[in-house]
């Protein structure tokens, strides 16, 4: 094979073709699986933080209610 400057003919040459050939095919799958991972991972991630995203109103709507009169004073009282 050129690519790894080997003759087929001889019987080391081949087998050593057929692992470096196996070995990088090891490696493309790892890339694969790796693509894949981190592209789950990046939807997975963004689907969080578009469903955890807490806005000002909705941390201010616990702690002061329209209807609670203690809490809210007037200028008046003062």
Known sequence: MLVFNLD???TNDFSETLV??????NVYQRK???YE???KFRRENRV????ERVTYDDYLIPFV???DQA???S???L
């Open 37 to 39: 991972n981190r592209k």
């Open 32 to 34: 694969l699986t790796m």
């Open 20 to 25: 470096k050939k196996n070995e990088s095919l």
């Open 75 to 77: 200028l008046e009282e």
């Open 65 to 67: 209610s329209d209807t």
């Open 48 to 51: 969080f933080k578009i469903s």
């Open 8 to 10: 087929l003919s001889k």
């Open 71 to 73: 809490t809210c004073l």
